[in-house]
Structures are given as structure tokens and as C-alpha cells.
């Protein structure tokens, strides 16, 4: 039997191994599943949000344990990994609160005598997640789903074993009808059977462009609904007329949060000539200062990168933008000793044509691009096969007014690029289909029926 090994990024050990589902097992979970759902979907929505209230005070309640699994198997540092665990408890919490609200019956004025749509749970829907946010991620996915009234079924990374048996212990701790939220500990390659599977009726994916594409496809030939979070290349605008310290400050934030390793960090800094200089010098005090080393240390502010594979790739980006003619103050070796870290990185004089701007730069690395004005500034920012988000940093008008201009799901004026359970988050163009979160998210796993009442009115 095939066994998830959990190699730890900071000294690159195996940590330990956690066997795969053998196919009476896989299909165990499979009619569990379906036949949690049967009942579930019957349930009121007060009892729905007893099980998401309930689960989200367990994670309170072993905020400390559950922070250090994502600590120990891909390295985030614990402040943050805290910080994630009391985010996915108030994902929770949200839509134990507002799931009825979003999914209030709307009336529609017609020719019946009573007409209108009412939102009813789809079935049996498979959660794909990747390893940079494991308990957000799963809680992303699965807290509107479930409060819709479906069952969940989550296939989570392969190198993040722990974290993805603990989620599935979460529910079964805070006694959730057995089969309601299934962890299945698989191999990648089995997932295309899993999507196949006519209990299946959706499935959500967080991950790689390729990934990304393999999925769709598969869930499209079966005539099957699916929504996709993939990459991002975020633009970060900074204008002359900018409060550069603040911008300074929530970029620095936006780059380094989780290593960089981030779908929504500010990925391509893009600046405004007159003020470029002070922006970069104003940048790079706050980069310098930050303290690489190891993710349980308190005092750590950038972790080392999950994968060994990652880093390498990391590392090429870098070394091609710096041969194409781009600068390195900061940064840009790679250190020795063990684990997978990459030091904070600051690339200048960054065009358009070299890789830190064509791909996406999945770590530590900030990357300046200088612009002549706004009007380059949004051309630059929008030449991207991506378009998951943006942030633009100027007068408050002028931001609302640019946000019409910027070919991305969400902007952020003069704050940070971050998801909230409030509201939806998606991407366009290779950056995704579909939204999460808010009350656009809950909509997408639900079938909006149609209810017509004659007789007709006279």
C-alpha cells in the first residue's frame, strides 16, 4: 500500500508516513458519504450550525496542537499558523450565522400565481486542496458547503498527512453525523476516479494552473460543476500621490506572510517613477529587517520553503530575472545548512519580459517594476495571464476609479489583498473560475431551483 510521507521543510527529515486508502476503504467513504447526505440535507439550519459552531471551539479550544502541525509539515511560522487556526474557526462561525440569510428563497414576480427560487443542496461535493494553508483552505471549502447541505468529502495535499487527519478529527470530535466530512488520505493520481464517481456531483480546487486545468476537464466530461482558485501574479500599484510608509509596510506584510507562498501576496510591485527610489529604499529597510529561521521560534518571521522542488524553482526564477539585466540588493542566495529556506529577496529594475514577471514567484521574493504613470501602471498590471487580485495604493477616488480598470476578481485600495469569509474571492482569466466565500460562495455548490405556482393570474 502507498504511504503520504510528511518531511519536514525546516530540517528536511521524514517526520512520518500515513498509508493511503485502499479501494474498500475509498469506497466505504464514498457511500458514507452519500448516505450522510440523505439526511443532512433534511436537516434545519440551526443544526447545521451547532456542527460548525461546535467544530469551531475545538479548534479554539487546541489551537496550540493543531498550529504546530502546520508548523512541523510545511513550515509556516507559528505566530502565523495561530493565527490560521483562529481564521478557519471564524470561517466556521460565519456561516453557522449566515448561511440562511444567503440562502433566503427570493421571490420573482411572473405570470404564476407565486413564483420563485429557492437554493437546494447539490449532494456529495469533493474538496481538492493544496499544502499552504491547510486548515484555511479546508475550512474555505468546506464551511459554506456543508451549511448548503452537502456532504464533504476532502482530498487534501499529500504532504500535509496531519493536518488533513486532524480536520477530519475535528469533525468527528464534535460528533457530526458519521460521513458528513470525510478526510481521504490519497494519491493524486486516484483523484480523476474520485471525481468520476457518480456520488460526486462537485468539486472544488485550490491549486496549480495545471492542476487546475486536469481537474476541469475531468469534472466537465461528467457534465459536473467545479470552481477554481489557482495562481495569481498580484499587481501592487504605488502611486506618487501614495502614503509610500503604509504602502511600505502592508506590501512588505503581503509578500512575506506564509514564506511568500501565498496565491494573493503582492507578487509584481509596480511603482510610479517620481517615487520609485524612496519606495525601493523605504522597501528594503523593512525586508532587511525581517528574521529568517526557524518557524517554531517565536521570534521568526519568514519560515523555510514547504518543498525542496519549490525552493529549486524559486531559485531559478531569481537567477534568470537577475541575468536578464535585473538588480539584487537584497537577498537571492541560497543558504546552507538543512531545510528548504530561501532568504527575503528584493528584485529592481524588473521589465515586463523577464521570468519574476511572467511567472508566478511562489516565496520570499519582491519584485519592482518603475512605471511612468497611472496609465502604465494599469497596462503593466493587467499584462498577466492571471488576474486573481490587486492592490493599489493612491488617493481613495482615484483607487475606486482605477478598481473599473484592473482585470482582476478582487482590488484592494489602500490596504492589504487578504480573504474574509464577508466576502467573495475569486479570480478570472488562468486564475480561476468561480467564487468563494460570502454569500457568492455558498451559491456555488447549491441548485437554484425554480418553484412555479398556477394558476396563472387572471
Same mark, same amino acid.
Given at each position: 500500500?502507498?504511504?503520504?510521507?510528511?518531511?519536514?521543510?525546516?530540517?528536511?527529515?521524514?517526520?512520518?508516513?500515513?498509508?493511503?486508502?485502499? =479501494?474498500?476503504?475509498?469506497?466505504?467513504?464514498?457511500?458514507?458519504?452519500?448516505?450522510?447526505?440523505?439526511?443532512?440535507?433534511?436537516?434545519?439550519?440551526?443544526?447545521?450550525?451547532?456542527?460548525?459552531?461546535?467544530?469551531?471551539?475545538?479548534?479554539?479550544? =487546541?489551537?496550540?496542537?493543531?498550529?504546530?502541525?502546520?508548523?512541523?509539515?510545511?513550515?509556516?511560522?507559528?505566530?502565523?499558523?495561530?493565527?490560521?487556526?483562529?481564521? %478557519?474557526?471564524?470561517?466556521?462561525?460565519?456561516?453557522?450565522?449566515?448561511?440562511?440569510?444567503?440562502?433566503?428563497?427570493?421571490?420573482?414576480?411572473?405570470?404564476?400565481?407565486?413564483?420563485?427560487?429557492?437554493?437546494?443542496?447539490?449532494?456529495?461535493?469533493?474538496?481538492?486542496?493544496?499544502?499552504?494553508?491547510?486548515?484555511?483552505?479546508?475550512?474555505?471549502?468546506? %464551511?459554506?458547503?456543508?451549511?448548503?447541505?452537502?456532504?464533504?468529502?476532502?482530498?487534501?495535499?499529500?504532504?500535509?498527512?496531519?493536518?488533513?487527519?486532524?480536520?477530519?478529527?475535528?469533525?468527528?470530535?464534535?460528533?457530526?453525523?458519521?460521513?458528513?466530512?470525510?478526510?481521504?488520505?490519497?494519491?493524486?493520481?486516484?483523484?480523476?476516479?474520485?471525481?468520476? =464517481?457518480?456520488?460526486?456531483?462537485?468539486?472544488?480546487?485550490?491549486?496549480?494552473?495545471?492542476?487546475?486545468?486536469?481537474? %476541469?476537464?475531468?469534472?466537465?466530461?461528467?457534465?459536473?460543476?467545479?470552481?477554481?482558485?489557482?495562481?495569481?501574479?498580484?499587481?501592487?500599484?504605488?502611486?506618487?500621490?501614495?502614503?509610500?510608509?503604509?504602502?511600505?509596510?502592508?506590501?512588505?506584510?503581503?509578500?512575506?506572510?506564509?514564506?511568500?507562498?501565498?496565491?494573493?501576496?503582492?507578487?509584481?510591485?509596480?511603482?510610479?517613477?517620481?517615487?520609485?527610489?524612496?519606495?525601493?529604499?523605504?522597501?528594503?529597510?523593512?525586508?532587511?529587517?525581517?528574521?529568517?529561521?526557524?518557524?517554531?521560534?517565536?521570534?521568526?518571521?519568514?519560515?523555510?520553503?514547504?518543498?525542496?522542488?519549490?525552493?529549486?524553482?524559486?531559485?531559478?526564477?531569481?537567477?534568470?530575472?537577475?541575468?536578464?539585466?535585473?538588480?539584487?540588493?537584497?537577498?537571492?542566495?541560497?543558504?546552507?545548512?538543512?531545510?528548504?529556506?530561501?532568504?527575503?529577496?528584493?528584485?529592481?529594475?524588473?521589465?515586463?519580459?523577464?521570468?519574476?514577471?511572467?511567472?508566478?514567484?511562489?516565496?520570499?521574493?519582491?519584485?519592482?517594476?518603475?512605471?511612468? =504613470?497611472?496609465?502604465?501602471?494599469?497596462?503593466?498590471?493587467?499584462?498577466?495571464?492571471?488576474?486573481?487580485?490587486?492592490?493599489?495604493?493612491?488617493?481613495?477616488?482615484?483607487?475606486?476609479?482605477?478598481?473599473?480598470?484592473?482585470?482582476?476578481?478582487?482590488?484592494?485600495?489602500?490596504?492589504?489583498?487578504?480573504?474574509?469569509?464577508?466576502?467573495?474571492?475569486?479570480?478570472?482569466?488562468?486564475?480561476?473560475?468561480?467564487?468563494?466565500?460570502?454569500?457568492?460562495?455558498?451559491?456555488?455548490?447549491?441548485?437554484?431551483?425554480?418553484?412555479?405556482?398556477?394558476?396563472?393570474?387572471?
Amino acid at each position: 500500500m502507498t504511504k503520504l510521507r510528511s518531511i519536514n521543510p525546516t530540517t528536511g527529515a521524514v517526520q512520518y508516513e500515513v498509508e493511503a486508502l485502499s =479501494d474498500d476503504a475509498l469506497e466505504q467513504h464514498l457511500a458514507g458519504a452519500q448516505s450522510a447526505f440523505a439526511d443532512w440535507k433534511l436537516a434545519r439550519f440551526s443544526d447545521r450550525a451547532k456542527v460548525l459552531n461546535d467544530v469551531a471551539a475545538l479548534m479554539r479550544g =487546541d489551537i496550540e496542537n493543531l498550529a504546530r502541525l502546520m508548523t512541523d509539515e510545511m513550515g509556516k511560522p507559528i505566530r502565523e499558523a495561530r493565527g490560521e487556526v483562529e481564521k %478557519a474557526a471564524w470561517c466556521a462561525e460565519h456561516y453557522a450565522e449566515h448561511a440562511e440569510s444567503y440562502l433566503a428563497t427570493e421571490q420573482i414576480v411572473s405570470d404564476a400565481s407565486q413564483s420563485y427560487v429557492q437554493y437546494r443542496p447539490l449532494g456529495v461535493i469533493l474538496g481538492i486542496l493544496p499544502w499552504n494553508a491547510p486548515f484555511w483552505l479546508a475550512f474555505r471549502f468546506a %464551511a459554506p458547503t456543508l451549511m448548503a447541505g452537502n456532504a464533504c468529502l476532502m482530498k487534501h495535499d499529500p504532504h500535509v498527512p496531519g493536518c488533513a487527519e486532524a480536520i477530519g478529527q475535528l469533525f468527528e470530535r464534535a460528533g457530526a453525523p458519521a460521513g458528513l466530512f470525510v478526510n481521504l488520505p490519497l494519491e493524486t493520481e486516484r483523484v480523476a476516479d474520485v471525481i468520476r =464517481d457518480r456520488r460526486v456531483q462537485a468539486v472544488s480546487y485550490t491549486g496549480s494552473e495545471r492542476g487546475g486545468g486536469i481537474v %476541469a476537464s475531468t469534472a466537465a466530461a461528467e457534465i459536473k460543476h467545479s470552481v477554481l482558485e489557482l495562481g495569481g501574479s498580484d499587481p501592487a500599484i504605488v502611486l506618487a500621490d501614495a502614503d509610500l510608509e503604509k504602502a511600505a509596510d502592508t506590501i512588505c506584510l503581503s509578500r512575506i506572510i506564509n514564506a511568500g507562498q501565498s496565491c494573493i501576496a503582492a507578487k509584481r510591485i509596480i511603482v510610479e517613477s517620481s517615487v520609485h527610489d524612496d519606495f525601493v529604499e523605504l522597501l528594503h529597510e523593512r525586508l532587511a529587517r525581517l528574521k529568517l529561521g526557524d518557524p517554531s521560534d517565536e521570534a521568526t518571521d519568514v519560515g523555510p520553503i514547504a518543498r525542496a522542488d519549490l525552493r529549486e524553482n524559486l531559485h531559478r526564477q531569481v537567477g534568470e530575472t537577475v541575468a536578464a539585466g535585473a538588480l539584487c540588493p537584497l537577498g537571492g542566495e541560497l543558504p546552507e545548512g538543512d531545510g528548504y529556506f530561501y532568504p527575503v529577496t528584493l528584485l529592481t529594475g524588473v521589465t515586463r519580459e523577464m521570468t519574476a514577471a511572467r511567472e508566478e514567484t511562489f516565496g520570499p521574493i519582491a519584485v519592482v517594476m518603475k512605471v511612468a =504613470d497611472e496609465d502604465e501602471a494599469v497596462e503593466l498590471a493587467n499584462d498577466t495571464d492571471y488576474g486573481l487580485a490587486a492592490a493599489v495604493w493612491t488617493r481613495t477616488e482615484r483607487g475606486v476609479a482605477m478598481a473599473n480598470r484592473l482585470e482582476t476578481g478582487q482590488v484592494a485600495i489602500n490596504g492589504i489583498v487578504k480573504t474574509d469569509p464577508r466576502l467573495p474571492s475569486g479570480g478570472i482569466k488562468r486564475s480561476g473560475i468561480g467564487r468563494e466565500l460570502g454569500p457568492h460562495g455558498i451559491r456555488e455548490f447549491v441548485n437554484a431551483q425554480q418553484v412555479w405556482v398556477g394558476p396563472v393570474k387572471a
